[in-house]
């Protein structure tokens, strides 16, 4: 005892005099000491030769197993860098002179705690902390008052009882995954952790090495901030709950991030108080609950029922980027809403943009939808592919969910005790106009292409939806239930292709105005049409403009300020060519639709049965082809359309392609 008492003696004395670093350990772990720390106004002390304080640490002399002075000229690490390797059941720190004072660690096993206390820049840079070896049986816990970064070096690492890594310091962390390293980290089932990796303050993903996370409590990665990634290759393989989970906002900057084996969202942001402050600029001080996508390739397949690919609490902005969004799960009762609840591949709660980027969505469960928005939803770039497959789901007044294999069952149940597969779903209004491309198919029973509650503008791009119910419809608001108050529906322009095989192609249950762009509309059989307004609440369709084939003809009573023309004659899966003015478009007409064919164009069209295309531009999916050449063929008889009301509404609109030609 009286050895081992001299010895800690002359080490304590030697930290003081040439300010290295004390590492005292026990049968609890090991603490560290800098110079600072032990000083003539702070000394180490003993008392009764049985027991050493340490600032505020107290040691039993017998329990302590080793005590050790490092050298920070010695240890190589660069300046404002801590060194953590960990080795099977132990872990080493080291750390660079320059910071040895702000930094206290203790280490328990291969668990490490660090407890930071700068609350600036040291020799203006911030700590970097770089993790790398391997071990069943460790974690990493930060604590501090300012900015850091945790750079992993080829980090293998389980905590059976923990997060792998938990930051309490409330500021911003980087995380990163250096060039050239694979890291994986997994978290046990065993505690009460929120994440596997675990933030409180704001968490940015990066770095070009490979990171693998795997969360069997909760979430893989939560932070009570935002989280932003950029470059970083992520791989969340499981979590009991959301793959990611952040509060105030989400940013994809770069990077490539694949989720998959979740128990519920793929990617959640929420609002992190109760006000949002929407968007700000460069995101300071946000707390908006948006999600943005700017670029990078996201992959995520969630599994569970009424789970959300991404969900935003508030506004989601897309403007590049290659999404990849798969849903497989069913349909639920929501207990706390009273009503029925469905998956979808794009949430939000607020609106949607999409500016540009490529979308594939696949969503295969009952009452799966590709894009779900609360608010209004507006595309003006990029490319969306929308496919569901799953029936429509409802449930009874007790919550019990089913499944309906046919749309017409549907109408013996309330708004609340249904959700129908849909391509794309908005409360608000949708507006599609400048180089946006939209593919829509939907093939379960119920399936809608395109509804919003309100309002749908089609200014511009390519629409092309097939849908087993209306592939396109301005509804009415579920708060109302009443028709009277119906959103209108405009096509101005573009190029919009809807099929329905077992409804309208286009139900507006409001007006519907037809002013310009190249419209192709297939409907069912009476009493279904190819384009449907809502008559019975005294609305109406107005042909003004644009170049039309509808096959299934038009709501009767349409004002038709733009003459249209008619054939009862028309053949199945056969090649037409309808010529207006100087533009040639050939169609191919489908397997099944109503009897009557009605074409419209700025000037009398010529119809051909028959062609075949030799040239021309692809458009809806193959189905047509515009400044097409064609040879062959035979004309068709076409005459005057009687089935509306000829010269009443508005004045006339633009004729022609939406491209001017």
Not at 376 to 391: E, L, P, R, W
């Amino acid at each position: 005892m009286k050895q081992l008492l001299l010895s800690v003696i002359a080490l304590v004395l030697t930290i003081a005099a040439t300010g290295q670093t004390l590492k005292i350990t026990t049968s609890s772990g090991t603490k560290e000491y800098q110079a600072s720390q032990v000083t003539e106004s702070s000394p180490a002390t003993f008392t009764g030769g049985t027991m050493l304080t340490v600032g505020n640490d107290v040691f039993t002399i017998s329990d302590i197993t080793s005590v050790e002075v490092v050298r920070s000229q010695e240890s190589g690490v660069e300046a404002n860098t801590v060194n953590i390797v960990y080795n099977g059941s132990t872990a080493t720190v080291t750390m660079a002179d320059n910071v040895s004072s702000y930094v206290m660690a203790e280490v328990s096993g291969a668990h490490v705690t660090i407890t930071q206390t700068n609350t600036e820049a040291i020799d203006n840079d911030e700590i970097t902390y770089v993790l790398s070896g391997s071990t069943a049986d460790g974690s990493l816990t930060l604590d501090g008052s300012y900015k850091c970064t945790i750079s992993l070096a080829g980090l293998t690492m389980t905590n059976p009882s923990g997060a792998a890594i938990n930051i309490t310091n409330s500021k911003r962390i980087q995380l990163s995954a250096k060039n050239g390293t694979e890291n994986t980290l997994t978290d046990g089932s065993d505690g009460s952790q929120k994440a596997c990796i675990y933030s409180k303050g704001q968490l940015q993903l990066q770095g070009k090495g490979t990171l693998n996370v795997a969360g069997n409590t909760k979430h893989a990665i939560k932070s009570g901030d935002y989280i932003s990634v950029k470059n970083l290759t992520l791989n969340i393989t499981k979590a009991v709950g959301d793959g990611i989970n952040c509060e105030e906002y989400f940013l994809m900057k770069s990077g490539t991030v694949s989720i998959s084996g979740v128990g519920d969202d793929g990617i959640q942001c929420d609002l992190g108080g109760d006000t949002s402050t929407g968007e700000t600029t460069d995101h300071d001080d946000e707390d908006s609950g948006n999600v943005y996508l700017e670029a990078g390739t996201l992959n995520i397949t969630v599994t569970a029922a009424a789970a959300k690919g991404i969900k935003a609490d508030g506004d989601m902005k897309i403007s590049d980027g290659d999404i990849n969004v798969k849903t497989t799960g069913g349909g639920a009762w929501d207990s706390d809403d009273n009503k029925t609840k469905a998956s979808s591949c794009l949430s939000a709660d607020g609106n949607m943009t999409i500016s540009g980027g490529t979308q594939n969505l696949t969503s295969i469960g009952a009452g799966g939808k590709g894009i779900s928005v609360d608010g209004a939803f507006t595309i003006t770039g990029g490319t969306a592919t929308i496919n569901t497959s799953g029936n429509a789901v409802v449930a009874s007044s007790g919550g019990t969910i089913s499944t309906v294999s046919s749309s017409s069952q549907l109408d013996r149940y309330d708004s609340d005790y249904k959700s129908s597969p849909k391509g794309i779903k908005v409360d608000g209004a949708i507006t599609v106009s400048d180089n946006a491309i939209i593919s829509v198919t939907t093939t379960g029973a119920g399936g809608e292409g395109i509804e919003s509650k309100t309002n749908i503008n089609i200014m511009g791009g390519q629409v092309t939806v097939n849908a087993t119910d209306d592939a396109i419809n301005s509804s009415y608001s579920d708060d109302t239930k009443s028709l009277s108050t119906a959103g209108d529906l405009t096509i101005s322009g573009g190029y919009v292709y809807a099929r329905s095989t077992g409804n309208d192609g286009i139900d507006s249950n409001g007006n519907c105005y037809i002013k310009g762009g190249l419209v192709y509309v297939i409907g069912t059989s009476s009493p279904e049409v190819a384009i449907d307004a809502n008559s019975e609440q005294r609305k109406q369709l107005y042909v003004q403009g644009g170049t039309i084939i509808a096959i299934g003809g038009l709501e009767s009573g349409a004002s038709l300020t733009q003459s249209c023309y008619s054939t009862n004659s028309w053949n199945k899966n056969t090649w037409y060519a309808l010529t207006v003015g100087n533009d040639v478009l050939a169609f191919q007409t489908p397997s099944s639709g109503g009897s009557t064919m009605v074409v419209s164009g700025a000037s009398q069209p010529t119809l051909k049965s028959g062609v075949t295309v030799s040239s021309g531009t692809e458009i809806f999916g193959g189905a047509g082809y515009i400044d097409a050449i064609v040879t062959g063929g035979s004309s068709v008889n076409i005459s005057a359309y009687t089935g509306g009301n000829q010269g009443g509404g508005f004045g006339p609109g633009g004729g022609g392609w939406p491209g001017g030609h």
